[in-house]
């Protein structure tokens, strides 16, 4: 059987496990199989465009504000051209709205982490957030070297929807890189759904979705489901586990 059927036999069999299961129980959403491959990632690395937004260079957080209050400063730690998750003060998103876009970001689990399932360096990127109660759209960020989780929520998952073609994490410690290509949903005047969103993700060189129909906005619990909105933020995810924060650094856009 073709990969794209084991997938999709993947898919049917949650959503038909979710409908026997209690509502409000988050392992009904949760898959552990197939398990994507291991892939070994080469060494990359991307200096931004001409066209491109820089979103951060490494100095200051200049283009990035506090999702839960906006207009703030982001409030998250910056030293020696790197950026690093501050769970005290929160997620944060770019100042800037965006539509379609290619996005660049490079991230890095830290070489101590503890921890095991999702509770190991977790973190999202959100490719279309409209508000501290929406989270729009998610790629998980997660140590998956040598860890398991649901594959629907491994690294390069879109989160509780798709899973990922590959498994390409480096170990702790070792940057990695995300580009992302977003085509973002069409709304009708009335608020009813003209066309889906797509996403294109390359981990550290490996395609790991390859132009994904999301099926809506991310849940935790339950089903992903759209609603409404037009260009919105970028938001990067301060996760509450209790695992060592990560960072970030060399983060552009180029806008489709």
């Known amino acids: 059987m073709k990969r794209t059927s084991l997938l999709f036999a993947a898919t049917m069999m ?3 496990s979710y409908a026997q299961q209690p509502q409000g129980d988050p392992k009904a959403t ?13 060494n990359s690395t991307a200096d931004a465009p001409s066209d491109a937004v820089v979103l951060f260079d490494g100095k200051n957080l200049d283009q990035w504000e ?7 400063p982001a409030g998250w730690k910056v030293a020696d051209g790197v950026m690093t998750v501050d ?3 929160g997620n944060i998103q ?12 490079e991230w890095k689990i830290p070489e101590n982490i503890t921890g095991s399932g999702q509770a190991r360096g977790n973190s999202g990127v959100f490719l279309a957030s409209t508000g501290p109660g929406d989270d729009g759209y998610e790629i998980q960020v997660l140590d998956c070297y040598n860890n398991s989780t649901y594959v629907n929520g491994q690294t390069g998952s879109i989160y509780k929807q798709s899973i990922p073609l590959a498994n390409a994490c480096k170990k702790p410690g070792e940057w990695q890189v995300y580009d992302i290509i977003w085509t973002a949903p069409r709304f009708n005047s ?13 981990h550290n060189g490996v395609l790991l979705q390859n132009h994904t129909e999301l099926k809506g906005k991310t849940v935790y619990i339950g089903t992903p ?19 060592e924060p990560i960072s970030f650094r060399n983060i552009w856009v180029r806008e489709l």
């Open 14 to 16: 949650a959503a038909a």
């Open 30 to 42: 949760e898959v552990y199989s197939p398990v994507p491959k291991v892939v070994t990632p080469g």
């Open 66 to 72: 506090s999702v839960n209050k906006p207009g703030s």
């Open 87 to 89: 769970k005290t003060t």
């Open 94 to 105: 770019t100042k800037k709205s965006f539509t379609d876009y290619q996005l660049h970001i």
């Open 190 to 202: 009335d608020g009813t759904l003209k066309s889906a969103a797509y996403v294109t993700v390359i």
């Open 225 to 243: 489901q759209y609603k409404a909105h037009g260009p919105a933020p970028i938001k990067l995810q301060a996760h509450g586990d209790k695992s």
